[in-house]
């Protein structure tokens, strides 16, 4: 059917029009006319086709053809996300923020496939219908031809990276590895780590960590030696030397604090693991184990020296 185009509204906050695009739609509906409708909601909003309807307008139409759809605001808005992956040339962090909100409006959409609900926790609740409900990287791949391997990681990239480290990545050629990798930095090394990878002053995220770590090392002052001529008082040093132990402590709650905000961010891509192969998902519990016995040696070698303290004053009591 066909609507005065006078009458369709848009809703602001829509995607602008690229000017070459539509000069480029407009010549080709001149030469063999609209093939594909414009999308509108019931109350005539526009939902997909912002290029033809803009493009009709400067041939000077005043009525396109349209096809009327009784989707929810909801489901408007997924499919104008939906047009624009896949007909606009977006930037990466244009892309990874139009994933952002997608996997936001498929959620609300389909609850069932929030974290939690596909991989067995709550699917004895669940209904056969919601089981049978595409997982949204999946979905996503399907509707826009991307992998969902590359939805995940872009999703990623966008959720995790803060915005200065993304202007920076933006303005630079550096890969989305490179991209993704900056992206599991704490937010307050992630624009430094950007910085220093576009200048190449550092060629890998993983050379920017171990400088970063060698220049902490080398800045700490040592824990227990004394300078050669040692003026300070008894309590003088017991003073130091706590807050130099308390100084450890917070640097040590701080590496696991970043460590659980990473395993927060894992969470959100539990339906990507349960569709690894066993090779894959076993590597993945080894490299856990691996964490837990790195945990469980490094508690024993406390307790032992602290035993050994023990009884080195017991025998000097005694």
Known sequence: MKVKISNIKINPGRREVTPQSMEELARSIAAVGLL?????????????????LEAAKTLGWTEIECNIIGMSGLQS??????????RTKLTKQELGDQLLRRKELYEMLHPETRQGMRNGQTAKNATLASLETKSFAQDT???????????????????????????????????QDTALKISRLPDD????????????????????QQ?????????????????PEDTRT??????????????????????VEQFLDRMKMYQ???????????????????SAAAVDMAIIDFS????????????????HEN
């Open 77 to 86: 808005e997924l499919a104008e996300i939906d047009e624009n992956i896949v």
């Open 36 to 52: 594909n409708p414009i999308t509108l909601d019931q109350n005539n909003t526009l939902v997909a086709g912002l290029h033809r």
């Open 211 to 227: 400088e970063r770590r060698e220049k902490i090392l080398a800045a700490r002052p040592p824990l227990l030696d004394m300078p």
């Open 189 to 208: 090394q992630q624009a430094e780590a950007a910085s220093l990878l576009a200048a190449g002053t550092v060629q890998s995220v993983e050379q920017y």
């Open 268 to 286: 959100g891509f539990a339906d990507a693991f349960a569709e690894m192969s066993q090779t894959q998902i076993s590597r993945v519990w080894d």
């Open 300 to 315: 024993k070698e406390v307790k032992a020296i602290q035993a050994e303290n023990e009884n080195g004053g017991n025998e």
């Open 141 to 175: 791949a399907e509707k826009t031809g991307m992998s969902k391997r590359t939805v995940s990681r872009l999703l990623q990239i966008a959720n995790n990276m803060t915005q200065d480290a993304k202007r920076i990545v933006q303005a630079s050629d550096l890969t």
């Open 234 to 255: 008894e309590a003088e040093k017991n003073r130091e030397k706590v807050e130099s132990l308390n100084g450890l402590v917070r640097e040590f709650s701080q590496f």
